[in-house]
């Protein structure tokens, strides 16, 4: 029998149910276009090395390899190799170097922890705060709030066992709130466009979960006549977050005809439950896009990747099934490098990026595009390799003409580890809310290794 508990996790959106209990959440006016995030992560480290373009002169390629600060104008530089699907792009991009996060969990294994700048394992109780991007999502409130997407692992790590399913993700709602994510570009376009699906099943499906929902609403408000505390309180929370649902449902209907002009009509390969990798990928991505330009959601977090993922689909090497762990610890797979693997991997990811960014600058918004209000960061879960120390967190951003960082068309090198003016994760995190609308004094643990160092604070050179 299903408890109250499975049926609030389990119903419509459950990826989002809880976080809806916010009665702050309303759509945004049409006189003021929302700010949008897209925080794509993937697992087995990435290089800083790989992020320098080989244009660079020999002065700042020194500079590079002693790790000491400079930036440089992307102008007229070419961009690595693997980050070629970008070129068309390079006025929103910033690549930025030399953030640390010695704070978090690094090696083979983050789960939620770059996300929330904490130490964090696969157990609900390490789990202490909200991840950054549903600190955002509170900021910019939607339907259905937030939306994860994930390619799981099936071999150790983080979720598993639930690739074409729903299972924990890799963000956070709270502090002991894991948030549930969708493995399947299936199961999400099912749940997510429900709603305003021209199969009479899944119309069937949505209008008695909606009965489902008022009945229970009802049944948890006679249940709770009577109780003493704490039974009490418990039972309310119950019948808070239903009607949170409830009231979002009403907000979808609301918007009924723009989320159906814009449901993703996917390729059947898409929807295969075996669907390769890069294919899974791709569907995620529609799917995305269909989020946001629909409305459904302001904020997304996407798992590219994960360790304990087996790769399939890999150009050069299609039929093969890729253990990253030993890309990662260079093994050679189907006569391709564990290094021209990576490359090959990362620069699909480039592909799915740029089909972002071009979508949402074909859509109008305002007096521009949906891109001029978007943020885009592209970053490892773990840190700089496979067996990371933390030291350094990459990150790829690409952002809209309407971004309220001071960024832009530059390459960043903060200074390293240890030295003065070195920044963490905790304070790109900290800018990103202070510049949105968070005045956080600081987001996330601190350093211990870094107690003679100002840690807290926004990175201010980055704020307008």
């Given amino acids: 029998m299903t408890s109250r508990r499975d049926f609030l996790r389990n119903s419509i959106y459950s990826a989002s149910a809880a976080a809806l209990m916010n009665p702050a959440n309303l759509l945004a006016g049409p006189d003021k276009p929302p700010k949008r995030f897209i925080f794509m992560h993937r697992g087995n480290g990435l290089w800083p090395k790989v992020l320098v373009p080989p244009s660079f002169d020999k002065t700042r390629m020194a500079k590079e390899s002693q790790k000491k600060p400079y930036e440089v104008d992307l102008d007229g530089h070419d961009l690595p190799d693997w980050m070629s699907p970008l070129a068309q792009h390079v006025n ?50 939607s339907p259905v709030e937030h939306i994860e997407l994930a390619c799981f692992p099936l071999e150790g790590g983080n979720s598993r066992g639930a690739l074409d399913g729903i299972a924990t993700g890799f963000s956070a709602r709270g502090m002991h709130q894991p948030n549930y994510a969708f493995g399947s570009p299936r199961v999400a376009l099912t749940e997510l466009f429900k709603s305003v699906s021209a199969d009479a099943s899944a119309q069937d499906r949505y209008q008695l979960d909606r009965m489902l929902l008022k009945f229970a609403a009802v049944n948890e408000q006679e249940r709770s006549v009577g109780l003493a505390e704490p039974e009490r309180s418990k039972i309310t929370n ?38 390769s990798t890069l294919d899974r990928q791709l569907g995620h991505t529609e799917i995305l896009l269909a989020s946001l330009i629909s409305g459904l ?37 189907g006569g391709l490098s564990a290094t021209e693997i990576r490359k090959r991997c990362r620069q699909h990811h480039m592909s799915l990026i740029e089909r972002i960014v071009t979508r949402l600058k074909s859509v109008p918004e305002g007096n521009g595009s ?14 700089e390799t496979h067996h990371s120390h933390g030291t350094e967190y990459p990150f790829i951003v690409l952002a809209g003409d309407n971004c309220q960082l001071d960024l832009g068309r530059r390459y960043i090198r903060l200074p390293k580890y240890g030295e003065a003016g070195h920044k963490t994760l905790g304070n790109w995190y900290t800018t990103i809310l202070n510049a949105y609308g968070n005045p956080v004094e600081h987001y996330g643990s601190l350093d211990v290794g870094l107690s003679h160092l100002d840690q807290k604070g926004p990175i201010k050179p980055f704020l307008t």
């Fill in 370 to 383: 949906m891109f001029d209000n978007t943020m885009l960061f592209y970053f490892p879960d773990s840190g």
């Fill in 297 to 333: 959601t302001n904020v997304v977090a996407f798992t590219v990747d994960e360790l304990g993922h087996a790769y399939t689909g890999i150009p050069g090497i299609e039929g093969e099934k890729v253990n990253m762990h030993d890309v990662g610890h260079n093994k050679a797979i």
């Fill in 92 to 141: 929103h991009l910033t690549i930025l170097q030399g953030l640390s996060g010695k704070m978090c969990t690094t090696g083979h294994h983050s789960w939620c922890s770059s996300l929330g700048v904490f130490k964090a394992n696969e157990r609900v109780s390490s789990i202490k705060w909200a991840t950054v991007d549903f600190e955002l999502a509170k900021l910019f409130p």
């Fill in 238 to 275: 119950y019948r808070d977050a239903i009607e949170a649902v409830q009231s979002r449902n009403r907000k979808i209907d609301g918007m009924a005809e723009r989320i159906r002009q814009h449901v993703p009509k996917l390729d059947p390969k898409y929807l295969d439950a075996n669907v």
